[in-house]
């Protein structure tokens, strides 16, 4: 089975997009065949609660490619050609997702699994940070560092395939209850379009002036549940 390891930093943290370094460790049948790491030019401003967590800043990427350069180079023949799994793995594809958008590049299609159900469904944890289970594994690292996050991700899983007793990650990811998802089938919209669509009405359907009968709800917080178009 070819799997890559995949993690992302990014320079803001509203626009997800905005990757500034690239982490990846390339497995085939639990052996690693390739590995890299590389900064990002983001082409925009870099927000300081960011850089703050991964120390990264402008000055360090100033000379590095941007996201469309190495996707073109690097990523692009590995990702389109493995299952690639990253823990929480929304966040690393979302941010993908975008990055694309931005540079207006077609998506391929990615498969890609989320690592956390997949440690939820073998192992007891009182916390299911990277930083937590690779501790389990007697990992030490410098977290939020694309390179060293990787690292730790695949220390953590080698640990729990063998603590479990399988016979490789394949195997042991068949026996969870997490499934790959496509990019192609997800519900990720780009913030840039996202906007222009599905938009609610901006007039009220009552008075502003309407009696307020009861406050049975007031302070509540609301979950609504299900498939729901917009």
Not at 124 to 149: F, R, V
Not at 156 to 179: H, K, N, P, Q, S
Request: charge should be negative; proline fraction near 4%; aromatic fraction near 10%.
């Amino acid at each position: 089975m070819r799997i890559l390891i995949y993690d992302v930093e990014t320079a803001q943290n509203k626009n997800i997009g905005s990757i500034c370094s690239v982490g990846w460790i390339l497995l085939e049948n639990d052996i690693i065949k390739d590995e890299g790491y590389s900064l990002i030019n983001p082409q925009c401003s870099f927000s300081s609660s960011n850089s703050k967590v991964h120390g990264i800043h402008a000055a360090d990427v100033k000379n590095a490619p941007c996201f469309s350069e190495y996707w073109e180079s690097t990523l692009k023949p590995l990702m389109t050609s493995s299952l690639v799994i990253a823990h929480s793995a929304n966040f690393d594809i979302s941010a993908t997702e975008q990055a694309l958008f931005a540079a207006n590049i077609s998506d391929p299609g990615i498969d890609y699994l989320d690592t956390l159900p997949v440690f939820k469904c073998l192992i007891d944890s009182p916390s299911y940070k990277l930083t937590d289970l690779a501790a389990l594994a007697n990992y030490e690292y410098q977290a939020h560092n694309a390179n060293e996050d990787v690292h730790a991700l695949l220390h953590a899983l080698f640990f729990v395939r063998d603590y479990c007793g399988f016979e490789d990650l394949a195997a042991m990811i068949i026996r969870t209850t997490a499934r790959a998802e496509n990019t192609k089938t997800n519900t990720y919209t780009p913030k840039q379009i996202s906007e222009s669509i599905n938009k609610f009405p901006t007039y009220s359907h009552c008075d502003d002036e309407v009696e307020m009968l009861d406050a049975c709800l007031h302070g509540l917080r609301i979950c609504i549940t299900g498939d729901i178009p917009g």
